[in-house]
């Protein structure tokens, strides 16, 4: 079991608001309780309609193999009881009693069981410590996510330079915050732990869209934290390309940067545009 702080961060990356009730304000009118009606026991079938429904029922199928009965050398031992004692009677030698004849031939015996064997040890994956980042989700004209770093927080001077390149390229400059995921939400050992962090940030992506009734077909990552390239790798299945901008803050102070970001401002536009002419 886990608890409330866990569960609502799950239901809240999944797009579920949860509400609980535990607490009764003063003077607050008592909450209406539902009444349920308990179902009836099922009436118990009389003797008679029981054993109707056995003699309905199909039969299980007899096995035809059958053990083979061994016959043994022994004359006076293949004879069945009657002739034994008819010889008796009669004053015949039990070596003038002709054995009997089984009138039934032997089976074949079935096929042998298997032998058991060893079970053979099941090498299992080794386990590592999960990823631990922060990042902030916020939207961009309600089409693109802009993913931010959480350990490293945009300064204004960075929030400045951040919207002038957008706005540049054409792209909206301002962006609403709606969320931010603190990975991982439950801190234990994972076989594959960039593929967990992975599929944490779609789920969480996709809660956030369908809470907000988003359709999203594109998303920047801002920065080179430990999160950012996997959005970025051949394996995202997501539905949203993903386009990798340099922290403003390091753009600051660095006009090489700047210089090496525009190739990257270009693709990012033509994708924009071509999003929106899909749209209309």
Same mark, same amino acid.
């Given at each position: 079991?886990?608890?409330?702080?866990?569960? @609502?961060?799950?239901?809240?990356?999944?797009?579920?608001?949860?509400?609980?009730?535990r607490? =009764?304000?003063?003077?607050?009118?008592?909450?209406?309780?539902?009444?349920?009606?308990?179902?009836?026991?099922?009436?118990?079938?009389?003797?008679?309609?029981?054993?109707?429904?056995?003699?309905?029922?199909?039969?299980?199928p007899?096995?035809?193999?059958?053990?083979?009965?061994?016959?043994? *050398?022994?004359?006076?031992?293949? +004879?069945?009881?009657?002739?034994?004692?008819?010889?008796?009677?009669?004053?015949?030698?039990?070596?003038?009693?002709?054995?009997?004849?089984?009138? +039934?031939?032997p089976?074949?015996?079935?096929?042998?069981?298997?032998?058991? =064997?060893?079970?053979?040890p099941?090498?299992?994956?080794?386990?590592?410590?999960?990823?631990?980042?922060?990042?902030?989700?916020?939207?961009?004209?309600?089409?693109?996510?802009?993913?931010?770093?959480?350990? =490293?927080p945009?300064?204004?001077?960075?929030?400045?330079?951040?919207?002038?390149? @957008?706005?540049?390229?054409?792209?909206?400059?301002?962006? *609403?915050?709606? +969320?931010?995921?603190?990975?991982?939400?439950? *801190? @234990?050992?994972?076989?594959?732990?960039?593929?967990?962090?992975?599929?944490?940030?779609?789920?969480?992506?996709?809660?956030?869209?369908?809470?907000?009734?988003?359709?999203?077909?594109?998303?920047?990552?801002?920065?080179?934290? +430990?999160?950012?390239?996997?959005?970025?790798?051949?394996?995202?299945?997501?539905?949203?390309?993903?386009?990798?901008?340099?922290?403003?803050?390091?753009?600051?102070? *660095?006009?090489?940067?700047?210089?090496?970001?525009?190739?990257?401002?270009?693709?990012?536009?033509?994708?924009?545009?071509?999003?929106?002419?899909?749209?209309?």
């Open positions: 079991m886990i608890g409330d702080p866990q569960r @609502l961060q799950y239901l809240e990356a999944m797009g579920i608001a949860a509400w609980t009730s607490y =009764r304000f003063v003077n607050a009118r008592p909450t209406e309780q539902g009444e349920w009606e308990v179902a009836a026991a099922p009436a118990k079938p009389a003797p008679g309609q029981r054993l109707q429904a056995l003699l309905e029922s199909p039969s299980a007899v096995e035809r193999h059958q053990p083979v009965v061994d016959v043994p *050398s022994d004359p006076v031992e293949a +004879s069945t009881p009657p002739a034994r004692a008819r010889a008796l009677l009669e004053g015949v030698s039990s070596a003038n009693i002709a054995p009997s004849v089984p009138t +039934s031939r089976v074949s015996p079935s096929t042998p069981a298997p032998v058991d =064997r060893a079970e053979e099941v090498e299992r994956p080794a386990l590592a410590d999960p990823l631990r980042f922060t990042l902030s989700l916020s939207v961009i004209g309600d089409r693109w996510w802009l993913m931010l770093p959480g350990g =490293r945009l300064s204004e001077a960075g929030q400045t330079l951040l919207g002038q390149m @957008l706005k540049s390229i054409g792209v909206p400059a301002n962006w *609403s915050a709606l +969320s931010s995921l603190s990975w991982p939400l439950m *801190s @234990l050992p994972a076989s594959d732990p960039s593929a967990e962090a992975r599929e944490g940030i779609q789920v969480f992506c996709a809660g956030q869209a369908q809470r907000h009734g988003l359709t999203i077909d594109g998303a920047i990552v801002v920065g080179d934290d +430990s999160w950012a390239p996997l959005l970025s790798e051949a394996e995202d299945n997501a539905d949203w390309a993903c386009h990798s901008l340099p922290h403003p803050d390091d753009l600051l102070a *660095s006009a090489d940067a700047k210089r090496e970001c525009w190739t990257r401002l270009q693709s990012l536009a033509h994708a924009w545009q071509q999003g929106a002419s899909q749209q209309e």
